[in-house]
């Protein structure tokens, strides 16, 4: 059924995109490649942002850099065959001319710009050699009554082959359609919902985003509606909360095996530790061994800031498991730190005679083989590794419980992946997740949806405070005085370089670079470098070598970043420090200041340094509470950043913007409790809009 043809009232999701004119095989496959395969699809498919071509903007009032729409008659065509093959000429009005610049000789073009007639160019204003240019304007061949467009130009994410225009084409055929719908027809939320809230039509939100009439409807709450941005995001988030609902609904609905202490195994741990648990570390415990001692899967998370003791928490959490005779799998998200949870939970394991192992993606060989077989028979408990403990080779033979450390490093899509991989087993493992990364209430909120958490808001006791110190660059060499002095008490010093660029060869030659310097500057300190690029055995013994005292100055790039735990250093430098987020910098300081002896952290900084990263730093001088600092962070800098790259797909929302839009999580959260509870039958066809074919695939 062409579009033509199609009745008003068949729903959008019925209508695929080869039914809209000029859509053939070629278009229906770029479209596929942007997840589009529905009419629905493409009016959900928003703008990236907006092209003004609503009015001429005069050709004595251009300036670089403005985007505009101009007219004029051309004249003084030049077709360029030497040096770059370039075809010039000038559009000419009464009030100025400029010069425009094509890069191709197309037959076609010259032949438009022969013409003598009037012609529209939009594109972006740059300074070329003779004065002002517009380089490859869309042309327009007009006359005297053409008239400009209404509304702003919407300007859609696209794929490459799909021209801008034709993409804009479909979906102005779904437009006309939607038009034609009475308002509510086209509503998944229920009228109790809309009134609670009161959201104005999705459709007129809909219209507006995609030809607004100008920037300010965007963006302007109609009465006590929300604005058409906001209507789309309460609805956006409602989907995305929704998901995550029916996913702990899933988990929740299978089931796991009960773990409870069956023998003095974990008293006993807990007897010969040199310290007691605080009572943040209890708390936390208790919750999980409550999740544990039933037969639904436990979905927990452990919020604590760096140096809480979180570890301990999971050491603990592992040997229920190991006292029903079940197996446990700790994952990290980097090689680094999965080795040094070996190491630690080697030390706390083996004299309790549970066997051990760990996997990572570098073990290879007969090792590799041997650690396999382990795994299969049951015989290694406690298994410790990279996400290589999740590849399809990796076969378990009773596996209850999985303990992932940093969860913030890995996106919500392996995670899930991680249940489906217990699912193929009987029972489906419990699930503890840590993370250090303190997450704003409002983000956490849109986060963790599908899971349980308990927070360790206090640290070990007897920790010194550290003292942030913010000095220029040019200062370094009065610190040189200050390691010397350290050292000399025999304590340890961490030397941070940060990320000049996105790559890890340049950090590599930074670090390298710095360490040679201090070489250079302190012959008689034992110094050491480890950066990113080096092999893991190498790393491991450099960490070791750290741990054990036989290194005073680690020089690192930020590897050693989470995780990383030696109480003997008490001083971490930061070089280029106002290059990094105040999240990130928080973690780092937590390498520090886990003994007993006053601990520094001094931040290092180019001058001149701008006023955000004055500000910066100068949040991380005056406090140490990582959820303050998160908070901060997220006004600074936006979600997406506190998060690290990994976490930014997951944070892609199609309209909804975490800084901007934190207001509405509440209002979705409860929406999204309402439609679960009373209207479950609308979930389903709310989810499929907002997230895809993905999320639906993901929950089948
Ligand atoms: P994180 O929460 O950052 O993962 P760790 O688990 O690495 O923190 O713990 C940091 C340090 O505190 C470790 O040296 C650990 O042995 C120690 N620790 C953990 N719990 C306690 C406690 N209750 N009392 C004293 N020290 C503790
Ligand atoms: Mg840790």
Known sequence: MPIATASPYTPLTEIAVSQLRGVGKQTQIQLARLNLYTAEDLLFHL???????????????LFTGMECLVEGQVQQLHVHRTGRRSITCQLNSTQGYLTLRFFHLSGHLQQQLRTPKNIRCFGEIRMGIHGLEMVHPEIQIVTQTTELPQQLTPI??????????????????????LAKIPDDFYEILPKKIISLFQLGSLKDALLTLHQPKNFQELTQSCGKSPSPLARLAIEEWMAHHLSLLQLRAETKKQKAQPLFAQTELLTQFIKQLPFQLTHAQQRAFKDIEKDLATTQPMLRLIQGDVGSGKTLVAALTALLAVDNQQQVALMAPTEILAEQLFLQFHRWFVPLNIPIVWLTGKIKGQQRTATLEKIASGEAKMIVGTHALFQETVLYKSLSLIIIDEQHRFGVEQRLSLRKKGADIQNLPHQLMMTATPIPRTLAMALYVDLDVSVIDELPPGRQPITTLVMPETRRAELMERIKKICAEGKQVYWVCTLIEASDTLTYETANHTYEQLQRTLPQLRIGLIHGQLKSPQKAEIME??????????????????????PNAICMIIENSERLGLAQLHQLRGRVGRGKDASYCILLYQIPLSFVGKQRLGFLKESSDGFYLAEKDLELRGAGEILGTRQTGELAFRVAELARDQALLPLAKQGAE??????????????RRWLGYKQAYLLA
């Open 545 to 566: 070598a750290f741990k054990v005292g036989s290194i005073d100055l680690l020089v690192s790039t930020t590897v050693i970043e989470v995780g990383v735990d030696v």
């Open 674 to 687: 309402i439609l679960l509870a009373e209207f479950p039958e609308h979930t389903k066809a709310l989810i």
């Open 156 to 177: 859609y994410p696209t794929t490459e082959g799909l021209h801008q225009s034709r993409l804009q084409h479909c979906i102005q055929q779904v437009l006309e359609l």
């Open 47 to 61: 703008p990236l942002r907006y092209q003004d071509r609503r009015k001429l903007t005069p050709l004595n009032q």
